[in-house]
């Protein structure tokens, strides 16, 4: 009898101590998905190596004078060349609409990002996603199903492949000055979408850390800035990759809290 007092006795007080423990635990956050499906369509990338221009857009319909500044969007129709290896081209098939984002290099957001974007491949921006509808004599007529900006005479096409829309759970914020963890993977901002100045959540930046650095769709990168040697590095957000590439990734900016721009540092969570 004195033996199960006292185990009732350990049990009683062992119990406040697993309802603190419990109490204690952070609850986990909503998961939601890192972009929507045009932010996703629309991020551009940059490629290793290089995309041939062996698939292309030669023109397009209601476009009697053939005008340069003519531009094609969703549901109209394009006319695709081929030459080289760009082989057969057949109704039903689909293609992602791409050009160089020369954008990039018009204005120099921090020392050195030229070599920087440079070393890690050729940027591309998403242009439209079109579907083949005839394959003529004169060639293949595609319908644009999707567009992200007008479609151009000499615009890029490549097979169309779906992209995967990671899921993140979203946390509360970072510590804005933990110290930086050597151990883990270091990159930077290479450029961002549209070359913005300065930019926030839900804005587009592309990682110098790609598949040969062990990027992965999904993974949580916290953004720092260190201004000088004699500062503390401080957290100001926090991106979730996108899609990856050989040399590079696509991220969204999923907290702010404070002003990011092209240049600053990422370390892998």
């Known amino acids: 009898m004195r033996r199960t007092a ?3 006795a350990l049990v009683f007080l062992a119990t406040p101590a697993i309802t603190f423990r419990a109490q204690d635990a952070a609850p986990a956050g909503p998961t939601k998905p890192v972009a929507t499906r045009s932010q996703a369509d629309c991020a551009g990338f940059i490629a290793d190596p290089v995309i041939p221009h062996d698939i292309f857009v030669i023109g397009g319909g209601d476009d009697d004078f053939h005008s340069l500044v003519r531009q094609f969007v969703e549901d109209e129709s394009i006319y695709i060349g081929t030459e080289g290896k760009g082989g057969s081209v057949s109704v039903g098939s689909e293609y992602r609409i791409v050009r160089p984002a020369d954008e990039l290099f018009r204005t120099m957001r ?7 974007v440079g070393s890690l491949g050729k940027p591309y921006e998403d242009v439209a996603i079109v579907r ?6 004169q060639g293949p007529v595609a319908k644009v199903i999707f567009s992200c900006q007008g479609i151009q005479t000499g615009d890029t096409l490549i097979p169309f492949q779906p992209r995967a829309i990671p899921d993140y759970t979203v946390s509360k914020p970072l510590d804005h000055f933990a110290p930086i963890d050597t151990s883990k993977p270091h990159g930077r901002i290479a450029a961002t979408m549209n070359n913005f100045g300065f930019l926030g959540n839900q804005n587009v ?10 990027a992965r769709p999904g993974e949580r990168f916290r953004i720092y800035k260190v201004l000088s040697e004699h500062t503390m590095p401080e957290t100001i957000g926090e991106a979730v990759v996108l899609s990856v590439q050989a040399k590079s990734s696509v991220a969204m900016v999923v907290d702010s809290y404070r002003e990011i721009s092209s240049g600053d540092s990422v370390e892998a969570e």
């Open 205 to 214: 930046v592309y990682l110098s850390l790609g598949e040969k650095d062990g």
């Open 6 to 8: 006292f185990a009732l």
């Open 110 to 116: 921090y020392t050195g990002e030229r070599g920087a």
């Open 132 to 137: 083949v509808t005839h394959v003529n004599p």
